[in-house]
């Protein structure tokens, strides 16, 4: 194979871009090169799963983070991104729910046939059956209990949450095999990298995309030789709600005025960058009374799913249980400590993601614009209100040594959201940059095409009308291996 040229070049071999090249290169007339920024995902932090905190903040992240936040007090959250095979799903909690069947029949609903829940559950089905997602066994004792604890406080219990109905509490699946994280890169392209039309090509970061006019040729790229050109016959970003509108942007297809300002020549005005939607997540601390096993020590076993207010028809809280101290400051004294970790679904914020520069290696301006809707503040109320609740449950008696942090002083609504707004931490679950739809406010079409240009899609988290009432990896990857039959239509 013409190492310089392919049918097809993914940009990105993260959560969405393997499963996208494992559906390309599944069709042996087409030529697909896989293209990484990073490179291998062979070091033990990455295979452990209960070593990925050790991951954020070295050479296989981005380091990205994001503007200061007048909704966190100022504060600047670090936005962890995986710069390796396997993308973030290399370095994430490796969390796997598929999220509410409300989600994607909303999105079908805002101009998007062909995502409804019927088509995307399907699709789910297939993919499965090579990642393999499932549940943790044996499951710690302790998240059994506060599971049990949810029951008693009036969540019904669900055996699954794979059907798109999540109100409920139970055992979430998670992308961990035989005790290894299996990240996309495991799962979908390491079993057929000997496929004659694929090329996976690690160390190799996209600086902008090759144009003639308006149709995209392929990507100029920079390698350990140089600055080179690859050609392609379509070109599909993967790169996610970061990087995927960088180099959009960075090749004139975006905000006009925004383009001008930094000397780059629009060529198609497009909302690329807007419309960052993004999950927030806080804890709730507990001293155990008894030793915590450190069985699936640092992964998520369970949650739960419920409504802020009753008049909801759709669940827009997520509660997951630790069973170590998470947010707590650091006190070394000894004590056992468990976390209940509320979080919101459904936030109604929307920030932006922006170019500082022309230059493609220069800082992103990332800013979710945390808590500029009241409404998600409301809704993180009520979840606290609502974790606490289980927390105060009898399953929970032999174990609630009483809430170390933030504490029980912490009460009235005012102080909740104080407390939320200065320790409340980012889920790390950016999409919607890149909106799919129907309309002037969409950057692809409900193919995934970019409006107004030729030869390219974008097929990541980015595409999110609206962002799923989950966590976000499971759905990255649908999208990947969806945008996979697409492009063979």
Request: with cysteine; charged share 20%.
């Amino acid at each position: 194979m013409a190492a310089a040229s392919y049918d097809v070049v993914v940009v990105g071999a993260g959560s969405a871009g393997c499963p996208l090249a494992y559906r390309l290169s599944s069709d042996p007339s087409i030529s697909v090169a896989l293209l990484e920024a990073g490179g291998a995902d062979d070091r033990e932090a990455i295979r452990v799963p209960r070593q990925y905190f050790s991951l954020w903040g070295t050479d296989v992240d981005w380091g990205y983070v994001s503007t200061p936040q007048a909704g966190t007090m100022g504060r600047i959250h670090p936005m962890p991104r995986g710069r390796v095979l396997g993308g973030t799903s290399s370095l994430n909690g490796m969390v796997y729910l598929r999220g509410a069947a409300s989600d994607y029949d909303g999105w079908a609903a805002a101009g998007c046939p062909g995502w409804e829940w019927s088509e995307v559950s399907r699709a789910f089905d297939a993919m499965e059956q090579v990642l393999r997602p499932a549940v943790l066994e044996p499951h710690n004792t302790l998240t059994e209990v506060m599971i049990a604890a949810a029951e008693e406080n009036g969540f019904a219990p669900r055996a699954t949450f794979d059907a798109g109905v999540l109100e409920g509490v139970g055992f979430n699946k998670s992308t961990i095999v035989a005790g290894h994280r299996h990240s996309a890169h495991r799962a979908f392209i390491t079993p057929v990298r000997d496929r004659s039309n694929l090329d996976v090509l690690p160390e190799t970061r996209v600086l902008r995309l090759a144009m003639d006019g308006t149709r995209v040729t392929g990507v100029v790229v920079q390698r350990d030789s140089g600055e080179e050109t690859i050609a392609a016959g379509e070109v599909i970003l993967a790169g996610g709600a970061f990087d995927s509108p960088r180099v959009l942007m960075l090749s004139g297809i975006g905000p006009g005025e925004h383009l001008t300002r930094h000397g780059i020549a629009c060529i198609t005005d497009l909302p690329v960058g807007e419309n960052l939607i993004d999950h927030l997540l806080i804890g709730i601390v507990y001293n155990s009374k008894r030793p915590i096993s450190d069985i699936n020590a640092y992964c998520t076993e369970g949650c739960a799913f419920t409504r802020s207010t009753p008049e909801r028809a759709d669940c827009d809280l997520e509660i997951s249980f630790a069973k170590e101290p998470h947010f707590a400051p650091e006190t070394n004294d000894g004590v056992p400590r468990f976390t209940i970790i509320p979080g919101i679904t459904r936030p109604k914020s929307r920030g932006s993601v922006r170019l500082t520069s022309a230059d493609p290696v220069a800082p992103l301006a990332i800013d979710p614009n945390y808590f500029d809707d009241p409404y998600d503040m409301t809704a993180m109320i009520a979840a606290v209100r609502r974790s606490r609740e289980i927390g105060a449950q009898p399953a929970l008696a032999e174990w609630n040594d009483g809430e170390h942090f933030p504490g029980v002083a912490v009460e009235s609504d005012d102080a909740i959201a104080n407390y939320v707004r200065k320790d409340v931490s980012t889920w790390f679950h950016p999409v919607g940059t890149c909106r799919m739809g129907s309309g002037a406010d969409s950057v692809v079409d409900p193919e995934l095409r970019v409006r107004g240009i030729s030869g390219l899609r974008v097929a990541d988290a980015s595409i999110m009308p609206d962002i799923v009432s989950v966590n976000t990896q499971a759905a990255a990857m649908v999208i990947g291996w969806m945008a996979g039959d697409l492009v063979q239509q």
